[in-house]
């Protein structure tokens, strides 16, 4: 099982880019799918964007597609998260998922293992 550990939030203007880092702790983290997902005050979490244990498929939300691009590592064992054209309503915690596979599937749910989140806040 793998362990996973978000970073790089924080404040930026509408407009701006950020980009999110996912560590993980685990000898087999090639074994798992990888997901974003975010969660805004008062709102139930939503999935954001997906990519497949070996990093040929990727998924996204509508809300998002164009503007954020996922990617991973599987030789150093990260799984990033790059946000162009941020918007307000892109506030939200931003969590980092795992999910064991095998196939090359990129799921919207059933995540098993979470990271702690990150904050990302944009400004209007």
């Known amino acids: 099982q793998v362990q996973l550990v978000e970073s790089g939030g924080g404040l930026v203007q509408a407009g701006g880019s950020l980009t999110l880092s996912c560590a993980a702790a685990g000898r087999t983290f090639s074994d798992y799918a990888l997901g974003w997902f975010r969660q805004a005050p008062g709102k139930e979490r939503e999935y954001v964007a997906a990519?497949?244990?070996?990093?040929?498929?990727?998924d996204y939300a509508d809300f998002v597609k164009g503007r954020f691009t996922i990617s991973r590592d599987n030789n150093k064992n990260t799984v990033v998260l790059r946000m162009n054209a941020l918007k307000p309503e892109d506030t939200a915690i931003y969590y980092c998922?795992?999910?064991?596979?095998?196939?090359?599937?990129?799921?919207?749910?059933?995540?098993?293992?979470w990271g702690q989140g990150t904050q990302v806040t944009i400004s209007s």
């Open positions: 990519i497949s244990r070996a990093g040929l498929r990727t």
């Open positions: 998922a795992a999910i064991y596979t095998v196939t090359g599937a990129t799921p919207t749910h059933g995540y098993k293992i």
